[in-house]
Nanobody, 115 residues
Framework: QFVESGGGLVQAGGSLRLTCQDS???????????MGWYRQGPGKERELVAS???????DYADSVKGRFTISRDNSRKRVYLQMNSLKPEDTAVYYC????????WGQGTQVTVSS
């Protein structure tokens, strides 16, 4: 249902913008949903790093606060994650999903930050 894109290899201090497309929901379902970006680093559990409500209230994990910005475009059923000042510890596969998450996950997009 969710298709993530925009990952890649970047040097520390660089930026990337991730895009999530909800390919199945109709807008009447997508618009009221709180959406989030999650990530799973090597040997780590999946964690929620950013979320955005239908009213566009945002919340961030402490580890990314001030560096990442989440946004949404309801007309396109998309969610974005602007990532600045990337660090090697941001290396992970990034996924989007609802908050709380659904059982079904997309393939994610790999972000690799080199030191």
């Amino acid at each position: 249902q969710f298709v993530e894109s925009g990952g890649g290899l970047v040097q520390a201090g660089g930026s990337l913008r991730l895009t999530c497309q909800d390919s199945r929901s109709i807008t009447s379902t997508f618009n009221p949903s709180t959406m989030g970006w999650y990530r799973q680093g090597p040997g780590k559990e999946r964690e929620l790093v950013a979320s955005i409500s239908s009213a566009r209230n945002t919340d961030y994990a402490d580890s990314v606060k001030g560096r990442f910005t989440i946004s949404r475009d309801n007309s396109r059923k998309r969610v974005y994650l602007q990532m600045n000042s990337l660090k090697p510890e941001d290396t992970a596969v990034y996924y989007c999903n609802r908050v709380p998450h659904m059982d079904s996950w997309g393939q994610g997009t790999q972000v690799t930050v080199s030191s």
